[in-house]
C-alpha cells in the first residue's frame, strides 16, 4: 500500500508482542511511503514467519497509528498475565516499557481523551500491581494512588516523563 509514513507507528520486531491471533493488520516497509500487508488482523500469528523475518534483517513491523492504543491495551493485557506468572518478569517489565512509550505518544499525539483515560488508570494499576515486591518503588506508588482523581492525569504522565529521564541518566 502507498500510505504516509507518518500514519504508521514501528514496533521493533525484536520487542514486538504477539498472541496466537493477531488484533489489527502488521506491516513491513519496502520504502518511504510504501508498506507490504503481512498479516491482516484476525488471522493467526505464525512466529516462524516472524523468524524468517528476523532472517531477511527486517527490525521493524509498522502497524497504523489509529490504532496506537489498541496495542497499548493488548500490552496491557499481557501485563496483566505476567502479574499472575512471577516467572515471566522481564516479559513484563518489557511490554510495561512498551506500552508507556506509545501511551505517552498517544496522548502527545492525540491528547487526554476519555477512553486513553481509562486505559492510562488501567496501565497505571498494571504497573502498581507489577512493582508491588519493590518496597520503596511500591511506597512511592501507593502514594500516587492516593491522590485525588483530579491529580492522577497530572501525576500518571510526570511519573512516566519521570522514569524515562531517570532510565535514560542510569538513576
Known amino acids: 500500500v502507498s500510505i504516509s509514513d507518518d500514519k504508521f507507528t514501528r ?12 488484533a489489527f493488520d502488521h506491516y513491513i516497509r519496502l520504502s518511504r511511503n510504501k508498506y507490504l500487508k503481512i498479516l491482516h488482523a484476525g488471522d493467526r500469528f505464525a512466529h516462524k514467519r516472524l523468524a524468517r523475518y528476523k532472517n531477511k534483517k527486517v527490525q521493524y513491523l509498522y502497524f497504523k497509528t489509529s490504532v496506537r492504543l489498541k496495542y497499548v491495551n493488548y500490552l496491557n493485557l499481557i501485563i496483566e498475565k505476567c502479574i499472575q506468572k512471577e516467572s515471566a518478569r522481564e516479559i513484563k517489565y518489557a511490554a510495561i516499557k512498551q506500552a508507556a512509550g506509545f501511551y505517552i505518544e498517544e496522548v502527545y499525539t492525540q491528547g487526554l481523551r476519555p477512553e486513553l483515560l481509562k486505559e492510562g488508570q488501567k496501565l497505571s494499576a498494571n504497573i502498581y500491581e507489577s ?32 522514569t524515562l529521564i531517570a532510565r535514560d541518566l542510569i538513576w
Open 11 to 22: 514496533v521493533s520486531l525484536q520487542d514486538f508482542f504477539s498472541g496466537s491471533i493477531t
Open 131 to 162: 512493582l508491588k515486591g519493590d518496597t520503596q518503588i511500591f511506597k512511592l506508588l501507593k502514594n500516587f494512588f492516593s491522590c485525588s482523581p483530579t491529580y492522577q492525569n497530572h501525576a500518571f504522565l510526570t511519573t512516566f516523563f519521570s
